[in-house]
């Protein structure tokens, strides 16, 4: 088995997050049961947006992102076609045109077809922070062990990417 570093099989093996200017999203939604930023232990304190946006800036600094910005969307629930809404979406290419943004990068996981929405309406790339994550451990791997335990972790990243890629387009 021998992997490639650019290219593979759909490109599963690449997901390469362009470097330079990036703009950061996140969205701060009302209703509990889609929350995920937990607090420590039995306090049950949540992450403020603000938080957990400062800590997204942090990550992509080490990815080796200039972030130009941020933004986020209060929101009962994410919405299913996008994740933010659709004036949002609006608001955010005008933005991306503005600042001369490479890639949008969310604060939240995105399904696929999210993803890909966000992408056609903004014309640029769009991660979230999971794909933000596996590009820090890859630009990190050294040992032959690492890269094949990154290499997996993207594959199980791209698979339902892969999946609707093949049966939609």
Not at 2 to 27: K, M, N, P, R, W
Not at 82 to 108: A, N, R, Y
Not at 146 to 152: C, G, I, P, R, Y
Request: glycine share 8%; aromatic share 6%.
């Amino acid at each position: 088995f021998q992997q490639q570093e650019s290219g593979g099989a759909f490109g599963s093996e690449d997901i390469t997050i362009h470097s330079g200017a990036a703009f950061i999203v996140g969205l701060d939604i009302k209703r509990d049961r889609y929350k995920t930023l937990a607090g420590d232990g039995d306090q049950g304190a949540l992450w403020s947006i603000t938080d957990s946006l400062d800590e997204l800036e942090r990550l992509c600094d080490t990815a080796g992102l200039e972030v130009r910005g941020r933004d986020y969307q209060s929101l009962q629930n994410p919405s299913a076609s996008t994740f933010i809404g659709s004036g949002k979406v609006e608001e955010l290419g005008s933005v991306v045109k503005s600042l001369k943004v490479e890639t949008v990068v969310f604060d939240d996981e995105l399904s696929p077809a999210q993803q890909r929405n966000l992408q056609a309406a903004l014309g640029v790339q769009v991660v979230d922070r999971t794909m933000l994550i596996l590009q820090i451990f890859a630009q990190r791997a050294r040992t032959r062990e690492a890269k094949l335990q990154v290499s997996l972790a993207r594959m199980r990243y791209m698979l339902p990417r892969l999946k609707t890629f093949m049966t939609t387009g």
